[in-house]
T-cell receptor
């Protein structure tokens, strides 16, 4: 069975500092991987996704993530945090072929300090 | 694109009652999925509909049911509400279910409180 683990339910960074949000998955086959962001009182917005091909994936708002099969990880990074990045971030996996049954991690709340 | 909309935004119900939540998907999106997000948790998959047929279900009891309509709208119905049903309910639509992966487009959710 597939599962997703997000290490750190809360992460604080200073404005301008590196953002690193961790995601590990367990799956018998390489899954499709996603990062979503949720701002207060809003739905989820897709940041980026990995399906096949290049393991370094670039997304919106300057975020990127690297798929590392050997480490079963898909960590999210951003070189320089901005105050507007404060939100909850969810990592998700889906089966290789589309039922769209996403399995989400429990989320990481990012706080950006001025 | 008009995006995914959900109604109502907030709802308060009493234990034992029934509730219907509504979602309007993006035009052309034939797949709709519903998720339950309890406070402090990630969304949990309830079920998915494709062209008005249920196409997958998560670990939720039968009192959670749904409908999808030809006009890209859908409903989530919950009978015999329990306190643990209090959560944010998210609807997500996808353009197709062919052998490709498409991202899901989420609505803002309906926050249900059961007292």
């Amino acid at each position: 069975a597939q599962s997703v683990t997000q290490l750190g339910s809360h992460v604080s960074v200073s404005e301008g500092a590196l953002v690193l949000l961790r995601c590990n998955y367990s799956s018998s086959v390489p899954p499709y991987l996603f990062w979503y962001v949720q701002y207060p009182n809003q739905g989820l917005q897709l940041l980026l996704k990995y399906t096949t091909g290049a393991t370094l994936v670039k997304g919106i708002n300057g975020f990127e993530a690297e798929f590392k099969k050997s480490e079963t990880s898909f960590h999210l990074t951003k070189p320089s945090a901005h105050m507007s990045d404060a939100a909850e971030y969810f990592c998700a996996v889906s089966p290789l072929r589309g039922t769209y049954k996403y399995i989400f991690g429990t989320g990481t709340r990012l706080k950006v300090l001025a | 694109e008009t995006g995914v909309t959900q109604s109502p935004t907030h709802l308060i119900k009493t234990r034992g009652q029934q509730v219907t939540l509504r979602c309007s998907s993006q035009s052309g999106h034939n797949t709709v999925s519903w998720y339950q997000q309890a406070l402090g948790q990630g969304p949990q998959f309830i079920f998915q509909y494709y062209r008005e047929e249920e196409n997958g279900r998560g670990n939720f009891p039968p009192r959670f049911s749904g409908l999808q309509f030809p006009n890209y709208s859908s409903e989530l119905n919950v009978n015999a509400l329990e306190l643990d049903d209090s959560a944010l309910y998210l609807c997500a639509s996808s353009p197709d279910r062919a052998d490709s992966v498409y991202e899901q487009y989420f609505g803002p959710g309906t926050r249900l409180t059961v007292t």
